[in-house]
């Protein structure tokens, strides 16, 4: 039974930072890629970042590149997502999700995906 399940979101104030976790069951994360996309109202999900399943290389949208690192902690199976440097147009509701082979940033590459936790950023 897979599952991801975010966890982190909150209200912050502009340039500060703030961590997102997934946890991430029925999958391997040697075996998947894993991925943070977000989504503000109105607007269709957007690629954020993907960790490829051997973690040795990672993708970033340029809106987010230098600010948001993607990581993951394999004996925890858990996914990160840190924010550095946080402005309003960062505020959405952030997901996972989950690939098989290699990274992809279209939402349509992707299978399952959690509920989301919800990013607000302002002062």
């Known amino acids: 039974q897979w599952q991801l399940v975010e966890s982190g979101g909150g209200l912050v104030q502009p340039g500060e930072s703030l961590k997102l976790s997934c946890a991430v069951s029925?999958?391997?994360?040697?075996?998947?890629?894993f991925a943070w996309f977000r989504q503000r109202p109105g607007e269709q999900r957007e690629f954020v970042s993907c960790?490829?399943?051997?973690?040795?290389?990672?993708d970033v949208a340029d809106s987010v590149k230098g600010r948001f690192t993607i990581s993951r902690e394999r004996n925890k199976n858990l996914l990160y997502l840190q924010m550095i440097k946080m402005n309003p147009e960062d505020t959405a509701v952030y997901h996972c999700?989950?690939?098989?082979?290699?990274?992809?940033?279209?939402?349509?590459?992707?299978?399952?995906w959690g509920q989301g936790t919800q990013v607000t950023v302002s002062s």
């Open positions: 960790i490829s399943p051997s973690g040795g290389n990672t």
């Open positions: 029925g999958f391997s994360l040697d075996d998947y890629a």
């Open positions: 999700a989950e690939r098989p082979d290699r990274c992809a940033n279209n939402i349509w590459d992707f299978g399952a």
